[in-house]
């Protein structure tokens, strides 16, 4: 019994299982559209893996300036001193944790001052620095505050 479709044969070594010929019939129109594809394709998966680089990077840059912000207000907060000692060691530890984890820029703008927050006398440090963002227009400047309790 011969099959309808004319580009199918009856396979010789397994009677009733139908084989298609390898040959694949493609126009001439069609010829080198797989490398476009994978060109293609390959240029998308590439974008959005720099994508996801660029976003952890800024993540990580982030962490690391509010956990230097953080430490520098509880260092300065806890310091058996007084206000003016306290702020010089909130921006010293502060410095020191943004040096001992990125690169000495990100530590060059680093401010401590006493301040009250409902009626309660805290340090806050705030640090600006540069945000790392490859090929995006806009600010580049990323800037965290935190906040002790003198005690």
């Known amino acids: 019994m011969a099959p309808a479709d004319p580009h199918f044969r009856e396979s010789e070594n397994e009677p009733g299982v139908l084989n298609f010929p390898l040959q694949r019939f493609r126009t001439s129109s069609e010829k080198g559209s797989a490398v476009v594809g ?23 840059v982030r962490t690391v300036l509010q956990d230097a912000a953080v430490e520098g207000a509880r260092a300065g907060a806890a310091s058996k001193a007084g206000s003016a000692q306290g702020v010089e060691v ?37 640090i600006t620095g540069p945000l790392p ?5 806009g600010p580049h400047v990323l800037s965290v505050r935190a906040h002790a309790a003198i005690e």
Do not use: K
């Open 133 to 137: 963002l490859f090929g995006v227009e």
């Open 38 to 60: 994978f060109a293609l394709t390959v240029a998308l998966l590439l974008l959005a893996v720099l994508a996801l680089f660029n976003l952890a990077i800024t993540l990580h």
């Open 90 to 126: 909130a921006t010293s530890r502060a410095g020191e944790f943004v040096t001992g984890n990125l690169a000495e820029e990100y530590a060059r703008d680093i401010v401590a001052h006493v301040t009250d927050i409902a009626g309660v006398p805290v340090i806050e440090v705030e």
